[in-house]
């Protein structure tokens, strides 16, 4: 599951416009460096080397004993030991990757800039593009040019939003944005959600998608960082500036959700006993009425939360950046320690005691005590 990664845009203050038209030049250039050079970054192979198992990552899943891993410049490591070693899977990309989301047997999905997505059905073993700024492009403006063809007049100014995104890309016909979460059930429904009020809905596994932008009650274009379903099978996003949304079946969108906070959210996590948001400055918070209602949970730092691990039926393990791991039980929480070191991208509950970390030095194991000490490892996709 992705969490907060230094790739992925910053929350925005007030004057939003004008930051995001700076983070697209400065995604042009970078852009624009690559193609300098001779490479692009989302047609050209990630690089095999013994050093990616060190470099920069920004996101992990574990369901079982496979793991997986992604970061800097198309970085897949996967793992068959619940992260005890990891291996580097060929790429065929080299752009950052933001998130990785394992959603089935086998099944696995990477997420990154310019529109990338990556999908893998043998375990992260190999990789197949999905998505890239062009295709994302491409599907996008046939869609919403097919709504405003029948005079949907948000599907018009839609279009030409494209198309000023697509203007600050130094390559033509490339979208920039990055996807930042996915997630698909068991019935092949699901969602992939991204920078800019990126939103896409599938309900095949996968095969194909459908644009939701205009869907989500997010007129204002924030960051989508946060795709999660409910035990019951409701869908939720979370974002910038303390965005939450709840999916209503019967009207094929998503709806707002009162918000108990107004910064930025990074994550969901969803559990038997409801729903907990959490992101920026230690803020969390939990729901047992399908976010009608939120109750604060006490961290005690001030330190961004970027992941919440199921440890065990009714126990919860917060990460933050910083390393801090709160356990979170019956409404009361507790600190399982300093998990030695900061600068923690991301997390996955590896067994009872343990968490695998993901940051700027690579992957690692961590003891955590108490968190899951008498369970079974549950997994975490």
């Not at 095949?204 to 989500?216: K, L, T």
């Not at 690692?364 to 369970?375: E, I, K, M, Q, T």
Request: hydrophobic fraction near 45%; charged fraction near 15%.
């Amino acid at each position: 599951m992705k969490s907060l990664n230094r790739h992925a845009p910053r929350p925005r203050a007030p004057a939003r416009w004008r930051r995001a038209t700076l983070a697209g030049v400065l995604a042009s250039l970078a852009t624009l460096a690559g193609a300098v050079a001779g490479h692009d970054p989302i047609t050209m192979p990630a690089a095999l080397s013994q050093a990616a198992l060190k470099s920069s990552l920004t996101g992990i899943a574990m369901q079982g004993n496979t793991a997986l891993a992604v970061g800097a410049r198309g970085t897949i490591l996967a793992s068959a030991d619940a992260g005890a070693t990891w291996k580097q899977a060929p790429a065929p990309v080299s752009v950052d990757l933001t998130s990785v989301r394992i959603t089935g047997p086998g099944s696995a999905w990477a997420l990154g800039h310019d529109g990338v997505v990556l999908r893998s059905d043998d375990q992260g073993a190999t990789w197949r593009k999905v998505f890239d700024g062009q295709s994302l492009m491409a599907l996008l403006n046939t869609h919403y040019t097919g709504l405003a063809n029948r005079g949907d007049a948000g599907a018009t100014a839609m279009l030409k939003e494209i198309a000023q995104a697509a203007a600050q890309s130094a390559t033509p016909g490339v979208l920039p944005y990055p996807f930042l979460d996915i997630r698909i059930d068991a019935g092949g429904e699901g969602f992939l959600a991204g920078a800019f009020g990126l939103l896409l809905h599938t309900r095949d596994g996968g095969a194909s998608w459908e644009p939701w932008m205009e869907r989500a009650a997010n007129d204002r274009r924030m960051h989508l960082y946060a795709v999660e379903q409910g035990v019951d099978g409701v869908f939720y996003l979370a974002g910038e500036q303390g965005l939450l949304r709840r999916h209503d079946r019967a009207a094929a969108r998503f709806v707002a959700l009162d918000s108990p906070y107004a910064g930025t959210f990074f994550g969901l996590k969803a559990s038997e006993n409801g729903l907990v948001a959490f992101g920026l400055r230690g803020n969390a918070f939990a729901s047992a009425d399908q976010g009608t209602t939120w109750q604060r949970i006490a961290l005690g730092t001030q330190s961004t939360v970027v992941d919440a691990l199921a440890c065990a039926p009714g126990e919860l393990a917060l990460v933050t950046q910083a390393g801090q791991v709160f356990l979170s039980r019956g409404g009361s929480v507790t600190e399982g320690g300093p998990a030695r070191g900061g600068d923690v991208a991301g997390a996955a509950f590896a067994g009872p005691g343990q968490v695998a970390l993901v940051g700027s030095a690579g992957a690692r194991l961590a003891r955590v005590p108490g968190c899951g000490a008498d369970s079974a490892r549950i997994g975490k996709n």
